[in-house]
């Protein structure tokens, strides 16, 4: 019996309460579909999503189920940067999920769709469908297109910097703001919300060719009609997520995370997400994979390429038939078939012909935004995870967006207990080329773990700066950051990790290479690493973890999210069924 019916026959209110809702008799005996979105004016990813949801109710309809529509809408890092609301971007993360629970457990659904574009809600989604374990898949709202001459949000943070030097109008920086962000969808670059959107369809849970496809053309809507009839496919076919998320559905998504040099916040929501569906899954198989695996892909911001391009020369599906000898290619998809059998599909059906017919406007072939396995964009993978006695535990930095020069450098720390001292510190001069910024005492359970992407970008409007000054932290980094950053040191600060300990003038050495990141000396004189350690163990003897003020929601989440290595979150297990 379904969940839905018998729910009914153990409820008498069930129907008159649907009925008033809108529903007519014959609804009642349907199969019951939850389309669950974050639509709402909260950005430019999910304020298009009530359309899309609409097209996947008329595919239930068509395809013999009722469709039931709800909201939890999420925030933007890019609206939340430089204030308190920066803190709740993880928390937004397990709310999000954890209402799509609620939602489908409360009104006994029986299968799902979940829509969101973006970087919490995805993941949030995500770890939804594998707690929930119903007939269910997800949907990706596509890419933002790009804005003249591929300028994103980010120029902002230039064109700010120029009128502050009197080297542009306001006039004129206020044209770049109104041309960023032309129409709905993620932003045009490998952020964290493009990167969830590639992950998303590497691990088989939304249909073939969805992620990053132009979030304001037609073809997305049609798409969206497919998943609503995909849906009741689903539970017919007693097809659930379980059956899909296996360890090497997780593998296909880490080989294609470092194929277009994923964001390091999946080093987050990856692991949270095969939490849920009780796959484990850490640092150390990115690092594994980005060993491997090359990227082929240079998107925005550290390559060349808004995210539409990479749709165009064939999106996912055409970077897995360039990475079959990685793949799991027999991975089961919510299609109810393999990874090999889809791509197979997509090639008779003349996908990969209309997608690259696009490119033909902008006179560019597929073969030079997906770079052929020969010749790569980069040898290997975007990302390295680093230990050391700073980092024991590990720490992540997107080495694709880093200058050669500074793979391996040394400097002198220059310790902050907050991102907004560090930018006024780099601000007004006092953070000098060389130098090594280290912004602690912002990690999960200290205040959130937010972004330092003001902190970064900061650094990069200052050529003085951009390449020669690293900045590490127990925090995590925009899918957008450039330079020399190394986030999630592990453990935090506020656990008593080494970051806590690091003085002024510690020397900091960060080798890529090597894979380390170390304290190697002591007022600016390099040590061996005895004394180091003797040093650092008499600073942690005299610590005192610090008074933190978190309270409501931010406090529930300090107090029960898990390590970073371990996806930071407060619903890292799962449920009974």
């Not at 992950?199 to 998943?227: F, K, Q, T, V, W």
């Not at 453990?491 to 080494?498: R, Y």
Request: proline content about 7%; some cysteine; glycine content about 10%.
């Amino acid at each position: 019996m379904l969940r839905s019916q018998a729910s009914r026959a153990v409820n008498p209110e069930h129907d008159p309460l649907r009925l008033a809702s809108g529903w007519t008799p014959d609804d009642l005996a349907l199969p019951q579909v939850l389309l669950e979105s974050t639509h709402g004016d909260s950005h430019p990813g999910s304020i298009h999503l009530g359309g899309l949801v609409q097209e996947a109710r008329a595919g239930v309809f068509k395809a013999g189920g009722k469709p039931a529509v709800y909201t939890a809408t999420d925030i933007c890092d890019g609206v939340a940067t430089g204030h308190a609301g920066m803190s709740y971007s993880l928390v937004s993360r397990d709310i999000i999920a954890a209402m799509v629970e609620i939602h489908a457990r409360s009104a006994a659904f029986d299968s799902l769709v979940t829509f969101s574009s973006c970087d919490k809600a995805i993941p949030a989604h995500l770890m939804a469908l594998a707690t929930l374990d119903l007939p269910g898949l997800h949907f990706c709202g596509g890419s933002m297109a790009p804005g003249p001459e591929s300028t994103t949000a980010v120029v902002c943070y230039e064109t700010r910097e120029k009128v502050q030097r009197g080297e542009m109008t306001p006039e004129r920086a206020l044209a770049y703001a109104v041309d960023a962000c032309p129409s709905c969808g993620a932003c045009q670059y490998m952020g964290t919300a493009s990167t969830m959107q590639v992950l998303s369809e590497a691990l088989g849970l939304a249909l073939p060719g969805n992620a990053l496809m132009p979030a304001s053309g037609g073809l997305i809507r049609h798409y969206a009609d497919r998943a609503g009839a995909r849906a009741v496919g689903l539970l017919r076919d007693g097809l659930v997520p379980s059956t899909i998320l296996t360890p090497q559905a997780f593998e296909n998504a880490l080989v294609l995370h470092a194929a277009v040099s994923g964001s390091t916040n999946a080093l987050l929501h990856l692991p949270a997400i095969a939490a849920a569906a009780g796959v484990t899954l850490g640092p150390a198989d990115f690092d594994r994979v980005h060993r491997v695996v090359p990227v082929l892909a240079g998107m925005q911001l550290t390559g060349a390429w808004p995210t539409q391009m990479l749709w165009f020369a064939g999106g996912v599906p055409g970077l897995m038939r360039e990475l079959r000898e990685f793949l799991h290619l027999d991975a089961l998809t919510v299609t109810g078939r393999t990874v090999e059998q889809n791509l197979d599909d997509l090639e008779r059906s003349g996908f990969f012909e209309r997608t690259a017919a696009h490119l033909s406007a902008y006179g560019v072939r597929p073969e030079q935004v997906i770079q052929p396995l020969a010749a790569p964009w980069s040898p290997d993978g975007g990302l390295a995870v680093l230990t050391g006695n700073l980092a024991p535990e590990g720490s992540v930095v997107k080495h694709a967006s880093v200058a050669p020069a500074m793979h391996r450098h040394t400097g002198p720390a220059r310790p902050f207990d907050s991102e907004n001292d560090a930018v006024l510190a780099i601000e007004t001069g006092r953070v000098k080329p060389g130098d090594v910024v280290v912004i602690r005492y912002v990690g999960p359970r200290a205040a959130g773990m937010p972004e330092m992407f003001r902190a970064t970008e900061t650094l990069h409007a200052k050529p003085a700066l951009r390449d020669t000054v690293a900045l590490v932290t127990d925090g995590r980094f925009s899918g957008a950051t450039r330079g020399p950053a190394v986030g999630h040191v592990t453990p935090e600060a506020l656990q008593g990790g080494a970051i806590a300990f690091v003085a002024a003038g510690d020397l900091v050495t960060i080798d890529i290479p090597a894979r380390r990141l170390d304290v190697t000396g002591v007022d600016g004189i390099p040590a061996p690493p005895q004394e180091v350690a003797r040093d650092l163990e008499r600073r942690a003897a005299a610590w005192r973890p610090p008074s933190m003020k978190a309270t409501g929601v931010l406090a529930l989440f300090a107090r029960e999210a898990s390590t970073t290595a371990q996806g930071a979150s407060m619903l890292t297990s799962r449920p009974p069924a």
